[in-house]
């Protein structure tokens, strides 16, 4: 059984340019979350979806981050434009549902995003 | 307010001692608490997950304790083993989680 599929693993970017990170959820999942994990600020929700819904994208940092979820089976989390300030690991979570007890989240093995 | 505080930042324990990890959380509202392991290179992955209705949980090993009252809560390692070392996150939320910073947990051969 799959796990959450991101892609790229790893991405290097130069400063200015777009980069869109990709996700696939469990299949099932109807929930789908947006992290981003550096060593001084931890794990930080950018956004969450439900049911292909932005529910809660308070997290998203500025206008450059912009996520969409145009079916049940794929998510992008695009930058542009990218900044240095950007690095860190991206990870995409899914969910059966949004709330207890089917709301354990299921990582994916997350994006390294180096901007240069 | 939605902060999530964990400590300590790191621990080391020798093999077959007790390692414990504690998390304070202001919003009353938060009705889940998980904790999540991540080894290096990985994903965090479910440990265990308490709701506000009981004081303790036990799966195997790990052991989450709930101080409703307190707005705290912790997780127990008993006989922690090498194979447990690895970054431990608190969480709290409900619809959304918010997770502390994470500790990371050194277990001595």
């Known amino acids: 059984d799959a796990g959450v599929i991101q892609s790229p693993r790893h991405e290097v970017t130069e400063m200015g340019q777009e980069v869109t990170l990709r996700c696939k959820p469990i299949?099932?999942?109807?929930?789908l979350f947006w992290y981003r994990q550096t060593m001084m600020r931890g794990l930080e929700l950018l956004i969450y979806?439900?049911?292909?819904?932005?529910?809660?994208d308070s997290g998203m940092p500025e206008d450059r981050f912009s996520a969409k979820m145009p079916n049940a089976s794929f998510s992008t989390l695009k930058i542009q434009p990218s900044e240095p300030r950007d690095s860190a690991v991206y990870f995409c979570a899914s969910s059966r549902d949004n709330l207890p007890p089917y709301n354990e989240q299921f990582f994916g093995p997350g994006t390294r995003l180096t901007v240069l | 307010q939605q902060q999530v505080k964990q400590s300590p930042q790191s621990l080391i324990v020798q093999k077959g001692g007790i390692s414990i990890i504690n998390c304070a959380y202001e919003n009353t509202a938060f009705d889940y608490f998980p904790w999540y392991q991540q080894f290096p290179g990985k994903g965090p992955a479910l440990l265990i997950a308490i709701r506000p209705d009981v004081s303790e949980k036990k799966e195997g090993r790990f052991t989450i304790s709930f101080n409703k009252s307190a707005k705290q809560f912790s997780l127990h390692i008993m006989d922690s083993q090498p194979g447990d070392s690895a970054t431990y996150f608190c969480?709290?939320?409900?619809?959304?989680?918010?997770f502390g910073k994470g500790t990371r947990l050194h277990i001595l051969p």
């Open positions: 969480a709290a939320g409900d619809d959304k989680i918010i």
């Open positions: 979806f439900n049911n292909n819904v932005p529910i809660d």
């Open positions: 299949s099932g999942h109807n929930s």
